[in-house]
């Protein structure tokens, strides 16, 4: 059996120089050309529409009663940002990247800052509805200066976490000349390219996937079991509410787990040398574009799944829409409203109690 890796293999992700042959992968650059600028405009246009609403709408009207409402706002600005990154990507699976080192640094870095800082958001938003939920009796949860400069702070220790994850990529990708085509891409020392590529591997399916999934199951668990004891909450609203978290989870689940256990078979053929047929690494070389396209999908789900379902964002935008059908002299009629899935509960307590009062600090728990 050939040994088919050297140093090389890990500075490239699509031709690996073997010690006596070479695995062509041009049938792998070909599918990504047509694949990849399909999925990433798709994911733009949806993306764009949905983030952006909720970047102005939190923005222009809504009041930041939570630290939910926070990594909403948060989570939405940095969706838009990982959005922003894939037009120069479909470029330069069309033509070669052209833009040259500098952005090439930066495109990377903001791609991996952000993808690392929604997972960490999802985490966040997941561990506040607990608190909201499971951890105060009280049921008020207070707004003032102190509170928010709490929640300044985890919204920058979340942003520094994700920057760290990206700062391998601000220091080791660059323009490299590969088959008559420049490609931007990260390149590693010789001495440590095995290592560093193992170990980022790792480090970003931990930080990026098990840790997250880890605090949403355990954190919805016990808001659902929270919910499903509730008193003085309609039967069908609370299992709209346990539908509405078992969502949640299920479709992280489904965008997040085939790109990384994709990655974790990368880690794992990087430091045990697993792969040493040129077909089979093809197959995972589309197998890792196809998944990470899955992936870059949560960036368009999540103003679906974290921001229009609350009553308060959808009534914001509702009265934008009315303001806006006066401005042009209509008037339309009244739309009945489904009422959202926002339940306010008291732990230990068998209270439960809704605020149509914006301006009321509770502990509305908005799915």
Known sequence: MEDFYDDDTFNDSYDYNYE??????????????????????????????G???VVVVYTSKVRLRTLTDVCILNLAISDLLLLFTLPFWAADAVHGWKLGSAACKITSFLYSTNFSCGMLLLACISVDRYRAVAQNPTGRTGTGPRVRRQWLLVCVVLWAVASFLGLPEL?????????????????????????????????????RFVLPFLV???????????????????????????????????????????????????????????VTDCEVSKGLD??????ESLALSHACINPLLYAFIGSSFRGHVLKAAKHL?????????????????????????????????EDQDTSTFTI
């Open 325 to 357: 059908g006066q401005r042009f002299g209509r008037h339309p009629r009244h739309v009945n409203e489904e009422p959202a899935v926002e339940i306010a509960l008291n732990t230990h307590t068998q209270m439960q109690s809704q605020s149509g009062s």
């Open 20 to 49: 006596h042959t070479i695995c062509d992968k041009e049938t792998v650059r070909s599918f990504a050309s047509v694949f990849l600028p399909v999925i990433y405009a798709l994911a733009l246009v949806v993306g764009l529409a």
């Open 216 to 274: 949403m199951v355990v954190c919805y668990s016990c808001i659902g079991r929270a919910l499903s004891q509730a008193a003085g909450v309609q039967r069908d609203r609370k299992w709209r509410a346990l539908r509405v978290l078992l969502a949640v989870v299920a479709v992280f689940l489904l965008t997040q787990l085939p790109y990384n256990v994709v990655k974790l078979c990368r880690a794992l053929d990087i430091i045990y040398i697993l």
């Open 51 to 53: 983030n952006a609403l």
């Open 171 to 207: 220091v080791f990708s660059t323009v490299k000349h590969s088959h008559h085509r420049m490609a931007c891409t990260a390149i590693y020392p010789p001495s440590m390219a095995r290592p560093a590529k193992a170990a980022l591997e790792l480090l970003e399916v931990t930080l």
């Open 286 to 291: 589309r197998a890792l574009q196809v998944t």
